[in-house]
């Protein structure tokens, strides 16, 4: 897989691939909090895959956020146990994807 970056992408991916700048700094220690590298990055591939995972998290989050969002707007104070039962089961399977 490839990808052709625009001018404005790669000036803002710049400040994460240098080692000097926050962001650099921020995403090395988002990565060292994940337990995905020790304590520094050694290439250009490295920081884009780390940004790529640390964004595809962000939005798997923001997903079940809408997600038992949703849900919880579902919920009615007197529904029957097997709506509430087949509720807590999606929860649980989202759950299990997510942290897979």
Known sequence: MSVTLHTD???LLAAFADKAAPEHRALV?????????????GSDAAVLRLLVRAGAE??????????????????QPGENAEH???RQRYADRTDRHVQA
Not at 58 to 75: K, N, P
């Open 58 to 75: 962000a939005i798997q989050a923001r997903a079940m956020d809408v997600g038992y969002a949703a849900l919880g707007l579902s919920y």
């Open 84 to 86: 509430r039962t087949a």
């Open 29 to 41: 220690d988002w990565a060292v909090e994940h337990r995905l590298v020790e304590a520094a990055i």
């Open 9 to 11: 992408e790669e000036r």
